[in-house]
């Protein structure tokens, strides 16, 4: 079989697989259309909504919704609220600058600084990953 007919064939098994996909359907709705579908679907897609309004209990099962690893949304909002108040990141990146230009005095107090920092930041870890229902060390 030369290359050329190789080529064909793979390029007509890429074409097959995808014909096997139900290609998409557009729909162009007004802002109003738009913002009413909006409203009415609550927590669902709003191609789920639109598939139950069409066909109701005849409507063929989707994927769920929900692939998000996120086991606990508060406590994961917790833990965004508490990063976006701190500013662990910006002291954080002040200290390795100083550290690497050797301008960081080491005091007693800096060092306590720099535990507390690394024992704020590893609660935050562990919190975060406790949040997306991982173990530490996984």
Do not use: H, W
């Not at 679907?41 to 996120?70: C, M, Q, T």
């Not at 507390?116 to 609660?123: K, L, M, N, Y």
């Amino acid at each position: 079989m030369s290359i050329l007919s190789r080529k064909f064939n793979n390029l007509a098994q890429a074409e097959a697989k995808k014909a096997a996909y139900t290609p998409p359907f557009s729909l162009r709705l007004t802002y109003e259309e738009r913002a009413r579908l909006d409203a009415e679907r609550g927590d669902k897609s709003l191609a789920a909504y639109i598939r139950e309004r069409l066909f109701g209990v005849d409507a063929a099962p989707r994927k769920k919704r929900g692939n998000s690893p996120v086991q606990d949304k508060e406590a994961l909002g917790r833990i965004a609220g508490a990063l976006g108040q701190s500013r662990l990141s910006q002291n954080m990146n002040q200290l390795a600058k100083a550290v690497n230009t050797g301008s960081l005095p080491v005091t007693p107090e800096t060092e306590a600084e720099i535990k507390e920092a690394c024992r704020e930041i590893s609660e935050m870890r562990a919190a975060l990953l406790a949040a997306l229902g991982k173990a530490p060390g996984s």
